[in-house]
């Protein structure tokens, strides 16, 4: 276990926080885990000790006692008071930890079956998968399941995890609940899905990108804008055929009417690194083996395969690929 | 039942450590584990019967006299159990047929009344899809009513064995005992169950 | 002899054989009963760790292909199920069936026919179970099964799991109704409750766990198959229904399951170490206690499966306590263990390893347990592979290695025949080393983010390296099985003959032979002390030294006495006619053919009046 600590490289490590959510968690881990270590060791060596002091040698007689009740009460009080030494600082933080920041950021956050969906409530823009988010800025996520069913999918539970930056919020249909995020630094944290969801519980990824808060405004700007009209005819093309068929469950802000959730709104598409729960990075190659056949590179996913020839899918790919 | 088993294997040391027969030790256990399996049940409603979506209302649906009827039908079976196990008690093993079917014959009638109560509200638009008021209701009675009717099959098992003279002899009373624990227990939990789902007001 | 008069036959005779399939089949002699109950589990053992295998094949490399999405959900959920109700349950039943009237000087359990049907319950619900893989698809929503996504996954797999649990249920539930009263009722004369051995006091907190947490599962099963198969709401969050009902009444019964899978494994140990360190257990009072108190507080810290669900910082605190504090009692029985040793001879037999063992690396699970304890960090471990160790270092490490020890110990009285010593420390270390390179690493992975039910991972994350440690242990693991079989199979023939009393032992069950005659004993044993077989072995010298008293077990051999007059219940058809239509009426169920349900519940019904009418064997003679 001590090698958890100077293992490195994860960019799930739930030892390396970088923001003060994570932080708070992983001092009471440190705490815990130092004592436990620390235990650990005690009773461990006793036992070796024990073996190795009291194993069976000729002409030695066991000695006959039954017990000690000094001893026995010592070893019940220690232990509980090293647990009400755990306990008090465990307490405080789950109830610091329970409390809305004031001047959060207000993001709704939606468990869909395999991709995650974010609204920036004042801003009115809607994304999924990649989380963006100013640094320094506690961000307020208020997380809600599907509850009624749409187009063939029902809600069920998922978790919404970024290791370093907190600990998991469970997501419930049916339920609203809440957790609060900080970075302290721009970069990208990864995360997945961390309560079990079915078949493509594994590829149910998401990451969080922490911007100046500047740099965030300019994005969260972008974002409020509505889709970039098709460059060229392939693309126009593209829309075309979106139009006959992804409309169905996707959204484009300036081109679709009325807002569908099923899938990921797809107004500024190609603003995203990844695609699919970001499951893949975001590149012509991977969106073309996407629309090829989703369920069999992302297993169960809702989205069918609509047996569109390449043609049509190179025109689809490229009307995406110009959302930026 | 058992009972002959429990008197094989006590056979050697004629005593029970505790001094309690096995069987009723093994009823009482039992019943235990069904106040849990009713409590998580009952718990189950009461955390949904507000919950009626575009179905009828408990309020609504509720016949409280007609099921105050069936409720003293079935509280007076467990009067005709007592008289039962008092007539084996005194060897009288025609007086305990009579009273075991008495008995058999009122669980019978509050059977058939919830199965009218169940066909009635149907037929008023609750089922168990229509809410989870539905689900939980139709799931906690008819649990209730299945435990009846194995009540009654066990009284018409006693019936068989005291005709095969199977429960004379001192022994004979227990195991008419132990089903009667099992049949004022059932009776017990409806009581419960008529005053947590029927009289207690909802919302 | 009984058996000259020949039994009146009748429609309701009951059966005679002893020997061959049908002396197996209608058996009521709570031995043959714990042989049945073990080798049966030792068959899912075998299935439930291939399913490991083939789990740990998937994940030795990032993007693995052993395995697709949809076979690997069923195989983990089939391993959980496996595992925790087809093999750690049943196989400490078969240890308690064989050893309840043994250690406490029975000549059966209260209710021989019910326990037939226990075990014929388990059987065939684990059989009814694993028919799923032939008809169209395993449970795979996971053990635990949770609402709504177990009404939702297709096929038929979560319905038999709904059904298949409800089985298993009844046969843990009349276990647990037949082993109270037996512990309670039958004890010889003289075996006062605090005479008990302590492996008895773990089987009795134990059966009182299971008669209060199997109600509660199966309440929660059934609205599952109602939301499930009638189109219910229990679980349907479109209709109010609450998913985190389920978790509730889930861990409700699930966390009280830990304990009734680890504490029979804890009386093992205890009465293990003291035979082997040749003293009497330390703070015998305090180690029942410990064990009594486990089980009430067992019921109380079942939302620390929830903490992420946002039952809000009340709740939280509350359950971050008494699960902290649910650690002191396990404490006391490891510093116990411990005091018993210390001061000891020990000798370092086979099942003195295992229980050895079964200490170190509870010591493990018990610390991780108390880090899961701190909610907010609780927060990062919960779903991830940290939890998976914990509970593979609870449960293999604590519950399978002191079955183990329990089989070690107790083989010569069950076969008459020693295990290899050799063979044995092999498989001890073999396995000690594979649990370890195994759920070792998983602490790790798990802190580093790897989440569990996922069934492969990218490559750019770190995990790589301790994934393919794990599956080499998993591996390793298996091996060590393999030699246990051989062990078993070879010793069977050749063996050394066991004498009664092969490790100078503590208890009842030694003093008398091994095997055991069907009556067990030829006298009811009149108990003056606990420990009271090694007392009537050894006297204290005045310096409170033990000295033999007289030539000790191997001359308590049966004798020409073949236990005449002892009245011993006869076998009976109709456990196993009961128990039979039970998954009759599950296969009905999960294809709604109701005349399936109807044939099925008329087997148990006939079963069940041939059960009430047939002659108990005493008027026959």
Redesign the interface.
């Known amino acids: 276990m001590l090698l958890a600590s100077c293992a490195n490289q994860s960019p799930q490590d739930s030892l390396s926080p970088e923001g003060p959510v994570a932080r708070e968690q992983d001092k009471l881990w440190d705490l815990t885990f130092l004592i436990a270590v620390v235990i650990f060791f005690i009773v461990e060596l006793l036992l070796v000790y024990a073996l190795v002091r009291f194993r069976e040698r000729p002409g030695r007689q066991a000695a006959q006692f039954h017990g000690n009740t000094k001893l026995e009460v010592l070893l019940t009080v220690i232990p509980s008071l090293i647990l009400a030494g755990i306990a008090v600082p465990t307490v405080q933080t789950i109830f610091d930890q329970a409390e809305e920041p004031e001047g959060a950021l207000q993001v709704n956050v939606v468990g869909k079956q395999f991709w995650w969906e974010y609204e920036y409530v004042d801003a009115g823009v809607i994304t999924a998968n990649e989380l963006h988010i100013p640094t320094d800025t506690p961000v307020h996520l208020t997380l809600d399941g599907v509850a009624t069913e749409v187009n063939g999918e029902r809600g069920v539970i998922h978790s919404f995890w970024v290791p370093r930056l907190a600990g998991a919020q469970d997501v419930i249909p049916g339920r609203t609940t809440s957790m609060n995020i900080q970075a302290d630094e721009p970069g990208e944290y990864e995360g997945q899905c961390k309560e079990f969801c079915g078949l493509s519980h594994a590829n149910m990824r998401l990451r969080v990108i922490a911007h100046e808060p500047p740099e965030f405004q300019t994005w969260l700007a972008e974002q409020q804008e509505e889709a970039q009209p098709p460059a060229d005819e392939l693309a126009q093309r593209g829309q075309q055929i979106f139009q006959e068929t992804c409309v169905a469950c996707h959204s484009i802000q300036g081109v679709t009417d009325s807002p569908r959730n099923v899938g990921p709104d797809l107004t500024h598409f190609a603003s995203r690194e990844t695609f699919a729960g970001a499951m893949f990075p975001l590149d012509e190659e991977n969106l073309r083996a996407w629309m090829e056949d989703p369920p069999a590179v992302k297993p169960g996913s809702l989205m069918p395969d609509y047996n569109l020839s390449a043609d049509e899918i190179d025109a689809v790919v490229a009307f995406l690929m110009g959302l930026e | 039942?058992?009972a002959?088993?429990?008197?094989?294997?006590?056979?050697?040391?004629h005593q029970?450590?505790?001094g309690?027969d096995?069987t009723k030790?093994?009823m009482w256990?039992?019943l235990?584990?069904?106040?849990?399996?009713f409590g998580?049940?009952i718990s189950?409603y009461l955390?949904?019967r507000n919950?009626v979506?575009d179905g009828p209302t408990p309020h609504e649906i509720y016949d409280i006299p007609y099921t105050s009827v069936s409720s003293f039908v079935l509280l007076m079976s467990s009067l005709t159990m007592v008289l039962a196990l008092n007539a084996i008690q005194r060897r009288d093993q025609r007086a305990l047929r009579s009273w075991l079917l008495a008995t058999a014959f009122l669980g019978l009638c509050f059977i058939g009344g919830q199965i009218y109560e169940f066909t009635t509200f149907v037929h008023e638009g609750l089922t168990?899809?229509?809410?989870?008021f539905?689900?939980?209701f139709?799931?906690l009675t008819g649990?209730h009513g299945a435990h009846v009717t194995v009540g009654i099959?066990m009284l018409l098992?006693l019936y068989?064995?005291s005709l095969?003279g199977?429960l004379e002899g001192p022994e004979g009373a227990r195991p008419v005992e132990f089903i009667g624990l099992y049949w004022h227990f059932v009776d017990i939990v409806w009581i419960v169950i008529f005053t947590v789902v029927y009289l207690v007001p909802t919302e | 002899m009984a058996t000259v008069a020949a039994p009146r036959r009748g429609l309701l005779a009951r059966p005679t054989a002893k020997t061959g399939v049908w002396g197996w089949v209608t058996t009521v002699d709570h031995k043959k009963i714990g042989i049945l109950y073990g080798v049966t589990a030792f068959v899912f053992f075998i299935l439930g760790g291939l399913e490991a295998i083939a789990i740990r094949l998937q994940l030795a490399q990032p993007n693995g292909d052993v395995l697709t999405a949809e076979a690997y959900n069923q195989f983990f959920t089939m391993h959980g199920i496996t595992m925790i109700f087809l093999v750690v349950m049943p196989f400490g039943v078969a240890l308690m069936n064989f050893f309840i009237p043994l250690m406490i000087g029975a000549?059966?359990?209260?209710?021989?026919?019910?326990n037939a049907f226990s075990y014929w319950c388990f059987a065939l619900g684990g059989v009814f179970i694993y028919s799923s893989f032939f008809f169209g698809g395993a449970p795979d929503g996971g053990w635990f099964g949770y609402a709504p996504l177990s009404v939702q996954l297709p096929g038929a797999g979560m319905t038999y799991y709904s059904l298949g649990l409800q089985i298993l249920g009844i046969a843990s539930?009349a276990g647990?109704?037949?082993f109270?009263?037996t512990i309670?009722?039958?004890?010889?004369?003289g075996?006062t409750l605090m005479r008990m051995p302590v492996f008895i006091w773990m089987v009795l907190v134990t059966s009182f766990l299971l008669?209060?947490?199997?109600?509660?599962i199966?309440?929660?099963l059934?609205?599952l198959m109602?939301?499930r198969v009638?189109?219910?709401?229990?679980f349907?969050p479109a209709?109010?229904?609450?998913p985190l009902?389920w978790q509730h009444?889930f861990w409700?019964f699930g966390h009280p399951e830990v304990y009734i899978m680890i504490l029979p494994a804890m009386g093992i140990v205890s009465d293990v170490l003291p035979t082997f360190a040749r003293k009497p257990i330390f703070g015998y009072a305090a180690i029942v206690f410990a064990g009594a108190a486990i089980g009430f507080m067992g019921w109380g810290v079942w939302a620390h499966h929830m903490f992420a669900t946002g039952l809000g910082p009340v709740a939280n605190s509350a359950f971050a306590l008494t699960t902290m504090f649910i650690a002191v009692p396990t404490g006391v029985k490891i510093f116990n263990w411990l005091g018993t040793l210390w001061g000891g001879q020990i000798r370092f037999k086979t099942p003195m390893l295992f229980a050895i063992g079964f200490v170190a690396m509870f010591i493990i699970g018990g610390l991780s347990g108390v880090t899961h304890a701190i909610v907010p960090h609780d927060r990062q471990q919960t779903d991830t592979y940290y939890v998976v160790a914990h509970f593979h270092y609870v449960l293999f490490g604590g519950a399978i290695f002191g079955i183990f020890a329990g089989l070690y110990y107790w083989w010569p009285k069950i076969f008459g025949r020693l295990l290899s010593e050799k063979l044995g420390k092999l498989h001890f270390w073999l396995m000690f080393i594979g649990f370890n390179l195994t759920f070792g690493p998983m602490h790790i992975v798990g802190l580093q983010g790897m989440p569990r039910r996922t069934y492969t991972y990218p490559d750019n994350m770190g995990w790589d390296l301790m994934n393919m440690i794990e599956t080499v242990g998993a591996v390793v693991i298996a091996v060590s099985i393999l030699v246990f079989l051989f062990n078993a199979v070879v010793t069977r023939k050749r063996g050394e003959v066991a004498t009664a009393d092969p490790w100078d032992a503590r208890t009842l069950e030694w003093s008398i032979p091994s095997p055991p005659p069907e009556y067990n004993f030829k006298e009811?044993p009149l108990v003056k002390d606990r420990d009271d077989w090694w007392h009537r072995k050894y006297a204290p010298t005045p310096e409170g030294e033990p000295v033999r008293v007289f030539a000790g077990g191997a001359d308590v051999e049966a004798d020409d006495d073949d236990g005449h007059g002892?009245?011993?219940?006869s076998p009976s058809y109709f456990p196993v006619v009961a128990s039979a239509g039970l998954p009759v009426m599950g296969w009905g169920v999960v294809y709604t053919a109701w005349p399936v349900v109807a044939l099925g519940g008329l087997v148990t019904?006939l079963g069940i009046?041939g059960?009430?009418?047939e002659p108990?064997?005493?008027e026959d003679h």
Request: glycine share 4%; net charge negative.
């Open positions: 039942m058992a002959h088993e429990a008197a094989v294997a006590a056979h050697d040391d029970t450590s505790t309690l096995n030790l093994a256990a039992f235990g584990s069904e106040c849990l399996f998580s049940m189950t955390l949904y919950n979506l168990m899809s229509t809410s989870t539905g689900s939980s139709f799931v649990f099959l098992t068989g064995l095969a199977k | 000549r059966d359990v209260a209710f021989p026919r019910l539930l647990a109704v037949n109270i009263v309670l009722n039958m004890r010889a004369p075996m008669l209060f947490a199997m109600p509660v199966a309440v929660a059934f609205q109602f939301d009638f189109e219910a709401n229990f349907n209709a109010g229904g609450d009902l009444l409700l009811i002892i009245h011993l219940p019904l009046f059960w009430a009418f108990s064997a005493e």
